[in-house]
């Protein structure tokens, strides 16, 4: 059965300092590709017939490298988080009632049938919103999983406002969502920059959407590689080894 109408919001715009580099982070390749071309193609086989790519620092590079493909283009004029990033694509969800997944730009190693699965599941649980997860041997820096007593989503909580009990937790954030696209509109306007950092994240539309009393789901990816985002050359060097089939001396820890 074919899937319905879907989008898919690509988060591009990071400007990748640790990879001390005038390319933009998304342009690195990985075993001869572009990270961002990984990505794309994941949101393709998962059956996103439009792809938005929020993009920033470097934008013509990224537009003249992927002007072949089918894709919408949107600028974040200024960094300040993931609800701002996915606000630039706002106009564009405006006419759209489907499912949007929210994706990072710079995690390769994302399948396509994970995305699949992830849009599946948000459909037969009838949710606002599901969140992808990943278990990490060294879950250090991501945010935790909280789940009630029969495994159902309460919240994430950052991992530098975790106790030291919810630090335990080997369940992290992937940053991956699929929202249906009305709920997300419905609140992403109502986040706030009220934090240490002074951005807008994507997380409080979770926790939004939670409090009014919507479903909200979260499963666990197959490999905690699949949630891997290249933040540096070891990184990238790390991902390619992967790409490559060798071992990794990697747990899926970094962020």
Not at 63 to 87: K, L, M, N, S, Y
Not at 215 to 222: E, H, K, L, N, T
Request: proline content about 3%.
């Amino acid at each position: 059965m074919k899937q319905p109408a879907g989008m898919a919001i690509i988060l591009a715009a990071g400007e990748g300092k640790r990879m001390r580099s005038d390319r933009p982070k998304v342009l690195h390749e990985a075993a001869g590709e572009p990270l961002l071309a990984y990505v794309g193609r994941a949101a393709r086989q998962s059956g996103a017939d439009r792809i938005v790519t929020v993009i920033g620092r470097g934008a013509d590079r990224i537009r003249e490298r992927f002007a072949d493909e089918a894709w919408d283009f949107v600028v974040q004029e200024e960094r300040r988080g993931t609800a701002d990033a996915v606000r630039s694509a706002a106009h564009l969800l405006r006419d759209f009632d489907g499912e949007v997944v929210i994706l990072a730009g710079d995690t390769p190693l994302l399948r396509g049938e994970t995305l699949t699965e992830l849009r599946r599941t948000h459909r037969e649980r009838g949710a606002s919103v599901t969140v992808l997860t990943a278990r990490l041997e060294d879950p250090t820096g991501y945010g935790r999983i909280l789940r009630d007593g029969e495994g159902e989503f309460v919240g994430i909580v950052e991992h530098k406002d975790a106790t030291e009990e919810q630090r335990a937790i080997d369940e992290v954030n992937s940053s991956v969502y699929c929202f249906d696209a009305p709920d997300l509109l419905a609140v992403l306007d109502r986040i706030t920059n009220d934090n240490a950092q002074g951005e807008y994240y994507l997380t409080d539309a979770v926790r939004l959407l939670k409090d009014g009393g919507k479903r909200v789901v979260a499963i666990r990816a197959a490999s905690p590689h699949e949630i891997l985002g290249v933040n540096d050359r070891e990184q990238l060097r790390e991902v390619e080894r992967i790409l490559a089939g060798e071992p990794s001396g990697d747990d899926g820890g970094h962020s």
